[in-house]
T-cell receptor
């Protein structure tokens, strides 16, 4: 799985958009970008994933650059409940689920009131 | 869909005793489940891969005789911490993935405190 680089921490004002960057310059053509988050003392929660097109769901949007070497997770209107550690993970998609996800150190997002 | 239930959510035990943690996939079958450990202010570290009907695969440095994993059915994996010591105190998390879905689902975690 390609290595990812994320800033260790970020702050965001409540109600504003939170933009979390991730670099994955060695990503391969068949590797997807996944985002998970972990709220304190809970298991990680799936947010979104994408291959090369931008994706949006009820939680967030994922913007992947054309060369796929970086991506940005966007929380459009951050709330205090979005305070968590956000993990960007790159891995091959479409496998049988027999390989675990590997977590880096992630970005600790603090949403300020 | 794709719910993983983990139990208990927290447990306190005495040194030398054993603790069992259960991980169940509630609405799907999981031939493979994963166990992670997380120490304070650190990321999740994979401990082992649990395979239904066969032996678990442990990551380097994880003692298989200490962390017993059983995956007897397609919906249940258990992790038993044997002869627990204070250094085993940690947050243990299980995970599984439906084969028709790219997203991994995680349990809510078990906070183990060994006193």
């Amino acid at each position: 799985d390609a290595k990812t680089t994320q800033p260790p921490s970020m702050d965001c004002a409540e109600g504003r958009a939170a933009n979390l960057p991730c670099n994955h310059s060695t990503i391969s053509g068949n590797e997807y970008v996944y985002w998970y988050r972990q709220i304190r003392s809970q298991g990680p929660q799936y947010i979104i994933h994408g291959l090369k097109n931008n994706e949006t769901n009820e939680m967030a949007s994922l913007i992947i650059t054309e060369d796929r070497k970086s991506s940005t997770l966007i929380l459009p209107h951050a709330t205090l409940r979005d305070t968590a550690v956000y993990y960007c993970i790159v891995r091959v998609g479409g496998d049988t689920g027999r390989r675990a996800l590997t977590f880096g150190s992630g970005t600790r997002l603090q949403v300020q009131p | 869909g794709a719910v993983v239930s983990q139990h208990p959510s927290w447990v306190i035990c005495k040194s030398g005793t054993s603790v069992k943690i259960e991980c169940r996939s509630l609405d799907f079958q999981a031939t493979t489940m994963f166990w992670y450990r997380q120490f304070p202010k650190q990321s999740l570290m994979l401990m082992a891969t649990s395979n239904e009907g066969s032996k678990a695969t442990y990551e380097q440095g994880v003692e298989k005789d200490k962390f017993l994993i059983n995956h007897a059915s397609l919906t249940l994996s258990t992790l038993t911490v044997t002869s627990a010591h204070p250094e085993d105190s940690s947050f243990y998390i299980c995970s599984a993935r439906r084969t028709d879905n790219y997203g991994y689902t995680f349990g809510s975690g078990t906070r183990l405190t060994v006193v």
